[in-house]
């Protein structure tokens, strides 16, 4: 069964700066993966997706990396804002329907 | 990409008691997927919502705690069945466009009292 974990649960940085969100799964027989981004006690928002064959995708100041063979994805946040304050979940898609999700990550940015 | 209307955004409800969360779709989709989401923890799939033949149910959720309708290709309800403190959660229905990229209602924060 896939398992997608990521890394870290939390993170905490000053407004102004990079920074980068992982996301690894155990089976590289995805479809897709796709970040999405949830503020507290809300739906998800899609940001990012990227099929299996691509490398990258990028909107904004967001970039998701992806490589498939390793099992690894990360999320690239350039410029952080206060705005961008969050939880970020990762998903993968796998036969037809199925999407596996990560635990996320809590993204605090401190003005 | 799809606009999903959820209702109710959030309710408390007593224990013995049901809630019905709907969900309309701006387009048609052959599929919708009913999620919950258990404080602090990721999304569990619930169940598949097909249009004209029954729900397909994850191990773990029975159709007689969770009832879905899908009447047409734009709308589908989840029903939450004699609820109980750890039905608190929030559910999310969601959808497939192109049968890749997934989107998803703003949710239903429900708390059971």
């Known amino acids: 069964k896939q398992e997608v974990t990521q890394i870290p649960a939390a993170l905490s940085v000053p407004e102004g700066e990079n920074l980068v969100l992982n996301c690894s799964f155990t089976?590289?027989?995805?479809?897709?993966l796709q970040w999405f981004r949830q503020d507290p006690g809300k739906g998800l928002t899609s940001l990012l997706l990227?099929?299996?064959?691509?490398r990258e995708q990028t909107s904004g100041r967001l970039n998701a990396s992806l490589d498939k063979s390793s099992g690894r994805s990360t999320l690239y946040i350039a410029a952080s804002q206060p705005g961008d304050s969050a939880t970020y979940l990762c998903?993968?898609?796998?036969?037809?329907?199925?999407?596996?999700f990560g635990t996320g990550t809590r993204l605090t940015v401190i003005p | 990409s799809a606009v999903i209307s959820q209702k109710p955004s959030r309710d408390i409800c007593q224990r013995g008691t049901s809630l019905t969360i709907q969900c309309q779709v701006d387009?048609?989709?052959?599929?919708m997927f009913w999620y919950r989401q258990q404080p602090g923890q990721s999304l569990t799939l619930i169940a598949t919502a097909n249009q004209g033949s029954e729900a397909t149910y994850e191990s773990g959720f029975v159709i007689d705690k969770f009832p879905i309708s899908r009447p047409n290709l734009t709308f589908s309800t989840l029903t939450v069945s004699n609820m109980s403190p750890e039905d608190s959660s929030i559910y999310l229905c969601?959808?497939?466009?192109?049968?890749?990229?997934?989107?998803f209602g703003q949710g239903t924060r429900l708390t059971v009292v």
């Open positions: 089976d590289s027989a995805i479809y897709n």
């Open positions: 990227i099929q299996s064959s691509q």
């Open positions: 969601s959808v497939l466009q192109g049968s890749t990229e997934a989107f």
């Open positions: 998903a993968v898609k796998t036969g037809a329907n199925n999407l596996f």
């Open positions: 387009s048609q989709v052959t599929m």
